[in-house]
C-alpha cells in the first residue's frame, strides 16, 4: 500500500506541506539544536528501514512531531509500525506506536476541516485485498487520541458495502470519508493526502538543514546569495577552510572532472582551469603551478574536501570571511 506517498521531504511548516525544500527546515524554528539531535538519533539509530517520515506540528504547540512508519525486515511477515514523537526538555519521546502483525500498513497525514491534523492509519487485511480500515488519530497534550475508526469492505452487493458492520452505500461511503479525507467521490484510489510524507532519503537535507542553521559553530557559505548545501561540513584546518569538492565547483557554475586514478580533479569556468589532486599541495592554475596552505583530502563520508578560497578565487570569485558570524561570502565577479 505504499503509494502516492513520496513526494519530495519534507516542506514544512506549523501545517507542513511536506514538498518543499525551501520552507522545510521552519518546522525546527522554536527548536533547539539538541531537539534536532534527538529526532536525528531515532532515524539514524533504528534497526528498521523507515518507509516514510514527516515532521509537523500535531497540536500546534510550537513543537513539532515526527510521525514514522518503519519497516520490521527480521520479521517473517511484513511487519510495519507506525510511531509518534514528540520533544520533552530537548529528548525525543515516544507517544504513539501500533504495529501491523501480518496486515500491510500506509500512513498519512491529513488536515480536517477545523484545521486539525490527522494522523491516518490505513490497514489493509492481508488475507482479503477488498478489507479496510482507517484510523484518525490526533494529538492531546502527549497522547494520541482516536476520533473516528472505519471499517471497509469494497466488495459490492446490489450497489451497497460494508462498514462497520453495516452495510452501507458506496455515495454514503463517499461522504463520510470526504469528511475526514478528502477523498475524490466515488473513488477509493484517487485519495491523496493534503500534507504528504517524506522521502526517507531527503529527511537528511532537511535536519542538516535545520542543524546548519542552528549551530552557531557551523560555518556557512553563502554563493551570490545563496547558502551552500553540502553532503559535509565545512571545517577549518590551519586557518584555511574546507569545504565539499563537488558542491563548490558546482555552486561556482564550473565544469568538473574527477580522475579516480590518480585522485585529482579539474574544473574549468570560462578562461580558467584550476587542477588539484588529493593528499598534495600541488595545485595548477590556467597551467601555472602553485602551492595550497592545505591538501585535498577525503573525510570519512568518502567526501572530497578542498580549500575554499583558493578554488573560489583561481575561478574569479570574491571571498569574504565574518569571523563573529562564521559566515562566508562568495561572489562570482
Not at 477509493?188 to 538543514?209: F, G, K, P, S
Not at 553563502?222 to 559535509?232: E, F, H, I, P, R
Given at each position: 500500500m ?5 513526494a ?51 497540536d ?39 504495529s ?51 471499517n ?76 551552500l548545501?553540502?553532503d ?10 574546507m ?91
Amino acid at each position: 500500500m505504499l503509494k502516492r506517498l513520496f513526494a519530495g521531504l519534507v516542506g514544512v511548516t506549523a501545517v507542513l506541506s511536506m514538498t518543499s525544500f525551501t520552507a522545510a527546515a521552519t518546522v525546527f524554528d522554536d527548536i533547539s539544536l539538541e531537539g534536532i539531535n534527538a529526532y536525528e538519533s531515532i532515524i539514524t539509530g533504528s534497526r528498521n528501514e523507515i518507509e516514510d517520515i514527516a515532521f509537523t506540528d500535531l497540536d500546534k504547540d510550537g513543537i513539532p512531531e515526527m510521525v514514522v512508519l518503519f519497516e520490521n525486515e527480521g520479521a517473517r511477515t511484513d511487519d510495519e509500525t507506525v510511531e509518534v514523537y514528540t520533544l520533552q526538555n530537548d529528548k525525543a519521546v515516544k507517544i504513539y506506536s501500533e504495529s501491523s502483525g501480518s496486515d500491510e500498513f500506509d500512513a498519512d497525514l491529513t488536515k480536517g476541516n477545523d484545521g486539525t491534523i490527522y494522523l491516518v492509519i490505513e490497514r489493509e487485511d492481508d488475507r482479503n485485498d477488498d478489507w479496510f480500515q482507517y484510523e484518525f488519530l490526533y494529538k492531546s497534550g502527549n497522547d494520541m487520541k482516536r476520533e473516528v475508526k472505519l471499517n471497509y469492505d469494497r466488495r459490492e452487493t446490489s450497489g451497497q458495502y460494508k462498514m462497520n458492520d453495516s452495510v452501507i452505500t458506496k455515495s454514503l461511503y463517499d461522504a463520510t470519508m470526504k469528511l475526514y479525507m478528502d477523498l475524490e467521490r466515488g473513488s477509493t484510489d484517487d485519495y491523496e493526502a493534503r500534507l504528504e510524507m517524506y522521502d526517507y532519503e531527503d529527511v537528511y537535507t532537511v535536519i542538516d538543514q535545520a542543524k546548519t542553521e542552528k549551530d552557531t559553530n557551523i560555518i556557512k557559505v553563502y554563493v551570490n546569495g545563496n547558502l551552500l548545501k553540502t553532503d559535509s561540513y565545512p571545517v577549518i584546518i590551519n586557518g584555511t577552510t574546507m569545504v565539499p569538492m563537488r558542491d563548490i565547483f558546482e555552486a561556482l557554475n564550473s565544469n568538473v572532472t574527477w580522475d579516480s586514478s590518480t585522485k585529482s580533479v579539474s574544473a574549468t569556468k570560462g578562461n580558467k582551469a584550476v587542477k588539484l589532486t588529493v593528499n598534495s599541495v600541488n595545485a595548477e592554475v590556467n597551467g601555472k603551478f602553485k602551492v595550497l596552505s592545505e591538501a585535498p583530502y577525503i573525510n570519512e563520508n568518502n567526501t572530497t574536501m578542498v580549500p575554499l578560497r583558493f578554488i573560489s578565487e583561481a575561478l574569479g570569485a570574491d571571498v569574504d570571511w565574518n569571523g563573529e558570524t562564521k559566515v562566508i561570502t562568495i561572489n562570482m565577479k
